[in-house]
Structures are given as C-alpha cells and as structure tokens.
C-alpha cells in the first residue's frame, strides 16, 4: 500500500502500472493479487489509504498552527512547501479516472466533506459556519491546482489569505 501510495501521488494512477508497483514493493503477483485483485480496488486502498493520512496530518498542522481559523493559511502553507507535493490526490484522481471510474468522484467528494468539517471546526462559532467552511475548502482548491502549475506556492498563499481574511472579516 506504501508504494502504491507514493507512486500513485508521484507519478499519476494511470501512468503507475500495477507491474511497477509490484516490482517496486518486492512481492510475488500472486501475494499482491490475493490483497488486490484488480488496479481498482488497489486504487480504492488507495484513496482510502490518502483520505486518513492527509485528514490527520491537516488536524495536526492545525493544531501546531494554533487551531482556530488562523492556522488555516500556515497549515497548508505547510503542506504546499513539502517537497513531495503533488496537488490534492482527490482532484488529481478525478480528473485522471472520475470518467472511468465514477467510485473515484464519490470517494473525493467525501474526502472534500470531510476537509471542510475540519475547516469549520477551527472557524468563530456563527450560523453561517459551514458556508464560510465550504466556502475556504473551495479557496483552498484552488491554490491547491494554481500552486501545481505555477510551480510555488507564494502567490496562491497569498491569495488564500486574504480571502480567508476577507471572510473572517464580514
């Protein structure tokens, strides 16, 4: 699953042959068949596999960033600065297979669900809560794919701020 995982991301799920992976995790076919019988339940794992990891680092860099909606802005900072990073594995997977493989959308947009759950909880208590959580994940997509082909994240920070700012404000 590890390698999966750092290829799938790395690489692409449709550029990763499930040869490659096996080649590349060290196991017989017949192992890695008997845990994954076809490419879409490796990619299952997968998502499945991305949607915990991510979720938890994004709680705890919140959390080092003080929980509360400031921590927002530093926090995926963070994220955009790894040197591993490759864009929402959720946006990439679908824009890769969501014709192919419909699963694909349903498990981003509870992946994005569940994003901006965390996202209102660290927002000023109010009504309007997770209008203005929703509102920040879409915010948050976007600098996502605008730091992916600008290739640094110092612009889409910046934009990212101040309309998070912007929406803390009214």
Avoid at 16 to 33: H, L, N, W
Avoid at 145 to 150: A, E, K, S
Wanted: glycine letters at 6%; proline letters at 3%; one cysteine or more.
């Amino acid at each position: 699953m590890h390698t999966a995982h750092d290829l799938f991301y790395r690489d692409g799920v449709r550029a990763t042959g499930i040869d490659r992976v096996i080649a590349e995790c060290g196991v017989t076919k017949t192992t890695f068949y008997r845990h994954f019988p076809s490419k879409n339940d490796l990619i299952r794992a997968y998502l499945a596999y991305r949607h915990q990891c991510w979720l938890a680092w994004f709680a705890d860099a919140l959390a080092r960033h003080g929980n509360t909606a400031e921590a927002i802005v530093p926090a995926v900072g963070e994220w955009f600065r790894d040197r591993r990073f490759r864009g929402c594995a959720f946006i990439n997977s679908v824009g890769e297979l969501g014709g192919v493989l419909p699963e694909v959308v349903a498990i981003a947009r509870s992946h994005k669900q569940d994003m901006t759950a965390a996202i209102a909880a660290v927002l000023p208590a109010s009504r309007q809560r997770m209008k203005l959580a929703q509102t920040v994940a879409l915010a948050i997509d976007g600098a996502i794919v605008r730091t992916q082909f600008d290739g640094s994240p110092k612009e889409a920070l910046s934009a990212l701020d101040r309309i998070v700012r912007s929406l803390l404000k009214a």
